[in-house]
Nanobody, 121 residues
Framework: QVQLVESGGGLVQAGGSLRLSCAAS????????MGWFRQAPGKEREFVAA????????YYADSVKGRFTISRDNTKNTVYLQMNNLKPEDAAVYYC??????????????WGQGTQVTVSS
């Protein structure tokens, strides 16, 4: 099972940007589907974005399309989430996730501990 560690969260004003990183340990990171999810207080965890192993295909929740970009660097075993034009409703704990196959928007096997994103209005 791959180990995941997120970083890059913090406090930002509405309209600002943050870049989250997720460092993975494991021998076959380059073959994993990687995803980002988020969970706000009192809400269920929701899919944000995903990227397949080659980086050729990406997937986004409608709420973040055009504002967030997921990318990966397989040489560094790292996946990123660039978040632009942040809104107060984007505030949540963001989790990195990994899986070896399957539908990119759900059913992940491995999870990071999460990183807090706070957006002030």
């Amino acid at each position: 099972q791959v180990q995941l560690v997120e970083s890059g969260g913090g406090l930002v004003q509405a309209g600002g940007s943050l870049r989250l990183s997720c460092a993975a340990s494991g021998p076959i990171f380059s073959r994993y589907v990687m995803g980002w999810f988020r969970q706000a207080p009192g809400k269920e965890r929701e899919f944000v974005a995903a990227i397949i192993w080659s980086g050729d295909n990406t997937y986004y929740a409608d709420s973040v399309k055009g504002r967030f970009t997921i990318s990966r660097d397989n040489t560094k075993n790292t996946v990123y989430l660039q978040m632009n034009n942040l809104k107060p409703e984007d505030a949540a704990v963001y989790y990195c996730a990994a899986k070896s196959r399957g539908i990119p928007t759900r059913n992940y096997d491995s999870w990071g501990q999460g990183t807090q994103v706070t957006v002030s209005s």
